[in-house]
């Protein structure tokens, strides 16, 4: 059966052995909170991958702001995987919009493909897709195997109800990670309406871009 496993964004080297030692079942690495995260430097990425035993999947992201990227842009997000795929890690997240905010199936079936056997994430890109019915057909379409969202909402408790409805629409086709604004002290309310799945938060609660071992610890505790 099915159970609620947890991921945990880490924007440096010490969240990602806090995340680790307090129980988080995988690790996003990314840079740069203030963007809402882009793709680590290579450095980062090596350092961790050394010292993190569980589950690591890192960003695609070359900048911050929207998810319709230039060619050049897009070349760097190709250039991105390949090198961070010799690392041995677990897997990829990324997303890339069109302009009218469709799912761009071309560029990312061709970044799924690059990836592969990778597991890759759509991110929360999917929070400003154009329709939800649509950009999730497109995104199971195009090979991923989670979508990373808050339900469209600026947080996942005011997403709670897209939530319900994305996950019922994809009917276990793919897996829905809730994801943006979660903590301890609302994770219950979606657990209620959700079925089991991976749950992504940042853990944390001071302001810094540092996770918070005690929240990872309640976060599991509720999981």
Do not use: W
Not at 26 to 46: D, F, H, K, S, Y
């Amino acid at each position: 059966m099915k159970k609620n496993q947890l991921e945990i964004a880490c924007f440096n080297y010490e969240s990602a052995i806090i995340a680790q030692d307090n129980g988080a079942d995988r690790i996003e690495l990314c840079e740069n909170m203030q963007l809402g995260g882009i793709t680590p430097n290579a450095v980062l990425a090596v350092r961790v991958r050394e010292i993190v035993s569980i589950k690591m999947h890192v960003i695609i992201r070359p900048r911050g702001g929207d998810f319709n990227y230039t060619d050049d842009e897009f070349i760097e997000m190709k250039q991105d995987i390949k090198h961070l795929k010799k690392l041995g890690i677990d897997g990829f997240v990324f997303g890339i919009l069109n302009s009218d905010g469709s799912v761009n199936k071309k560029q990312n079936q061709e970044l799924v493909n690059l990836a592969s056997p990778l597991s890759c994430t759509f991110h929360r890109a999917f929070d400003v897709v154009k329709s939800i019915e649509q950009g999730l057909e497109d995104v199971i379409d195009c090979g991923f195997q989670t979508i990373l969202t808050s339900g469209r909402g600026k947080n996942v408790e005011e997403g709670i109800a897209d939530l319900e409805l994305i996950q019922k629409l994809a009917k276990g086709r793919i897996e829905i990670m809730p994801g943006g604004g979660l903590r301890s002290s609302n994770i219950k309310l979606l657990q209620e309406k959700l079925e089991p799945t991976f749950y992504h938060s940042s853990a944390i609660t001071n302001g810094t871009e540092t996770a918070n071992p005690e929240e990872i610890k309640e976060l599991k505790d509720f999981l």
